[in-house]
């Protein structure tokens, strides 16, 4: 397929803004908490290079190659934590966990604010075909020009918050669903989920069983979103 730089740059700037948040709020809350790793590696910050720098691979090059195969960016950030704060405070572990996802769903909220208030007052108008990238337009159907740029980025932004939102809210190691069920429930619960995390082979596997229901939780959710703005 042809590489769209434009249609790529857009879709990347959104991706870093959205891990940045994610893994910023990560590392704020954890601070919060009581553990400074992530504040000693210089991640409770909004700037994007000590999360690049942290992350090279996962921030530049496997978007790079995603969107270039399948037109749509992947990515992984990671904000380290002390294993053995997490341990000694299940219960802040688990705030910490829910920050990340619940950061992207206050963004998602936002901007699903603006872009309703955008097409009432009519700054924005509905496309004759929305998708993940494109839900409103700028005036006149328009997608290009600076109303064309924001409106594209606006919608961009909005779902891939959603999206990585409530994947990581599946509550399947290694994603954060799993830090909050294990920090809030003890016993075996907590066990299991401290095994199943502990095992790479299981991580990849849970990425993957993931990534197979996501849609089935995602997609009700865009959906509605769009009967939102548009009604």
């Known amino acids: 397929m042809d590489f769209d730089f434009a249609a790529f740059l857009t879709w990347y700037i959104a991706l870093v803004v959205t891990m940045v948040f994610h893994e910023a709020a990560h590392a704020w809350v954890a601070l919060l908490g009581g553990d400074r790793t992530a504040y000693e590696a210089g991640q409770v910050t909004l700037n994007p290079v000590p999360h690049v720098q942290r ?44 920050a990340g996802p619940g950061a992207n769903l206050l963004i998602a909220a936002i901007l699903l604010v603006v872009m309703k208030v955008g097409i009432d007052m009519e700054w924005f108008e509905i496309p004759d075909r929305s998708g993940f990238g494109q839900i409103v337009v700028g005036l006149g159907g328009g997608v290009e020009g600076a109303s064309g740029a924001i409106s594209r980025i606006i919608s961009v932004l909005f779902f891939l918050n959603l999206l990585l939102g409530l994947f990581n809210l599946i509550p399947i190691p290694p994603l954060d669903g799993a830090g909050i069920v294990e920090g809030l429930f003890s016993g075996p619960v907590s066990g299991f989920y401290r095994v199943l995390r502990s095992n790479p082979m299981f991580s990849i596997m849970g990425i993957m069983v993931a990534w197979y229901v996501a849609g089935d939780l995602i997609l009700p959710v865009f959906t509605w979103a769009l009967r939102f703005i548009y009604a």
Do not use: C, Q, T
Request: glycine share 6%; aromatic share 20%; proline share 14%.
């Open 55 to 98: 992350e090279p691979f996962g921030m530049i090059v496997l978007p790079i190659i995603s969107f270039s195969f399948w037109g749509f960016p992947l990515g992984f950030a990671h904000a380290p934590y002390n294993p053995y704060w997490a341990d000694a405070h299940p219960k802040r572990a688990a705030v910490m966990s829910a």
